[in-house]
């Protein structure tokens, strides 16, 4: 009996502690966000210090404050290039965490804070997540089967959330359904045109997202119809868990690979 009650208690303190990773991690939607947000700055920042070549030496802070290529490369830059000849696929992951200049994090987090926020609303914190984090990879994905050489950016995943929200307008309908519908496809067809229109835009990377994230969108529903289950729990778990080792692992191979050149 005694040997009872020692595994009862042991297996409280289990769940104690898993609760406490669920309140830790996903109890605050907004710090969930704010958490991707300086994951992506922290990352931004440790490209800049990996450059090959001196910064600073620009007066213009925007082209100054920008990493290069061997520095994206190494901290798990996307394309056919790093996966067939690098093997990276990992890198379906990472690189929606990298970003090329100033402009471009400070344009991808301002449109995420505001984009996300809406999403972790509908569809609940975890499948907020699993639709950024799957998103991201399913948009990188899509524009590496398009034969995209090199590219990065959190933008492909913030378009799954644009397709997510795309969806839901579309299946809830009504008043409000109808305006998130009408509000998002805007800002989608706008997205577009800036894409054709300025050189190096990932419109592959982008399109793939926002199906892909109308797809999740269809296949996790929101919350007004189905509530989140453990199932999406341990799955937002489990990417976080996989994005951080792959950071973590693109962070020591960088610093080791900059600190032996």
Same mark, same amino acid.
């Given at each position: 009996m005694r040997?009872? +009650? %020692? =595994? /009862? /208690?042991? $297996?409280n303190m289990d769940d104690k502690m898993k609760n406490a990773i669920w309140r830790g991690l996903f109890h605050d939607p907004d710090k969930l966000i704010r958490g991707i947000i300086y994951l992506n700055i922290g990352m931004f920042a440790l490209s800049l210090f990996l450059n090959t070549k001196l910064i600073g030496i620009s007066f213009n802070p925007? +082209?100054? $404050? *920008?990493? %290069?290529s061997k520095s994206l490369l190494i901290l798990g830059a996307t394309g056919t290039y790093p996966i067939d000849k690098l093997h990276r696929w990992w890198s379906l992951l990472s690189a929606n965490y990298l970003h090329g200049g100033i402009l471009h994090i400070l344009f991808n987090m301002i449109a995420f804070s505001q984009i *996300?926020? *809406?999403? +972790?609303?509908?569809?609940? =914190?975890? =499948?907020? $997540?699993i639709i950024y984090s799957l998103g991201g990879i399913a948009g990188f994905y899509i524009s590496y089967l398009a034969c995209v050489h090199f590219t990065i950016g959190a933008s492909a995943a913030v378009c799954s959330l644009l397709g997510a929200l795309l969806y839901y307008g579309w299946s809830r309908g009504g008043e409000y359904g109808n305006l998130v519908f009408k509000q998002v496809g805007g800002w989608i067809l706008s997205l577009f045109i800036f894409g054709f229109l300025w050189p190096g835009i990932n419109n592959w990377g982008h399109g793939g997202g926002i199906l892909s994230g109308a797809i999740l969108g269809l296949l996790m529903g929101y919350s007004e119809r189905k509530p989140e289950n453990s199932l999406h729990r341990y799955f937002a778990l489990s990417l976080t868990i996989a994005t951080l080792m792959i950071l973590a692992w693109a962070v020591i191979t960088g610093i080791f690979f900059r600190l032996t050149q």
């Amino acid at each position: 009996m005694r040997a009872n +009650a %020692d =595994r /009862k /208690k042991g $297996l409280n303190m289990d769940d104690k502690m898993k609760n406490a990773i669920w309140r830790g991690l996903f109890h605050d939607p907004d710090k969930l966000i704010r958490g991707i947000i300086y994951l992506n700055i922290g990352m931004f920042a440790l490209s800049l210090f990996l450059n090959t070549k001196l910064i600073g030496i620009s007066f213009n802070p925007f +082209a100054s $404050l *920008a990493p %290069d290529s061997k520095s994206l490369l190494i901290l798990g830059a996307t394309g056919t290039y790093p996966i067939d000849k690098l093997h990276r696929w990992w890198s379906l992951l990472s690189a929606n965490y990298l970003h090329g200049g100033i402009l471009h994090i400070l344009f991808n987090m301002i449109a995420f804070s505001q984009i *996300a926020t *809406a999403v +972790a609303r509908e569809y609940g =914190r975890h =499948r907020f $997540l699993i639709i950024y984090s799957l998103g991201g990879i399913a948009g990188f994905y899509i524009s590496y089967l398009a034969c995209v050489h090199f590219t990065i950016g959190a933008s492909a995943a913030v378009c799954s959330l644009l397709g997510a929200l795309l969806y839901y307008g579309w299946s809830r309908g009504g008043e409000y359904g109808n305006l998130v519908f009408k509000q998002v496809g805007g800002w989608i067809l706008s997205l577009f045109i800036f894409g054709f229109l300025w050189p190096g835009i990932n419109n592959w990377g982008h399109g793939g997202g926002i199906l892909s994230g109308a797809i999740l969108g269809l296949l996790m529903g929101y919350s007004e119809r189905k509530p989140e289950n453990s199932l999406h729990r341990y799955f937002a778990l489990s990417l976080t868990i996989a994005t951080l080792m792959i950071l973590a692992w693109a962070v020591i191979t960088g610093i080791f690979f900059r600190l032996t050149q």
